[in-house]
């Protein structure tokens, strides 16, 4: 009887697990289309453009994508590493796709020529 209620405990705390990683999929599911949306009407740059441009500007791989909405401005923060290992981040208005700002140690050294 022990034995069958360790087992009964594990399907159960198994069921649960799955249904908390399901509601995490359908959450990020949403913000995916959401992103799509605001994309499809125009108030959102689509994300290959930016990345892109980056490409032909810096050397580097993309390490994170974040979609911000400060004070209501979209904003998109893209982290890369660069060939010596830096770590730097790149900000762009997602709006109309300019870049804002640049954080980060030797950025030079990831500047293409």
Not at 23 to 48: C, F, K, T
Not at 51 to 66: N, P
């Amino acid at each position: 009887m022990k034995r069958f209620n360790g087992c009964l405990k594990a399907l159960m705390l198994a069921a649960v697990g799955i249904m908390a990683c399901q509601s995490l999929v359908m959450a990020d599911d949403d913000e995916w289309r959401s992103l799509h949306r605001e994309v499809q009407e125009g108030r959102v740059v689509a994300l290959p453009t930016v990345l892109d441009w980056l490409e032909h500007r810096y050397v580097g791989q993309v390490l994170e994508v974040e979609l911000e909405h400060e004070n209501e401005a979209p904003r998109y923060e893209i982290e890369m590493i660069g060939p010596q290992g830096q770590v730097v981040e790149f900000e762009f208005d997602a709006a109309n796709g300019e870049l804002i700002g640049i954080e980060g140690v030797n950025i030079e050294g990831m500047t293409r020529p």
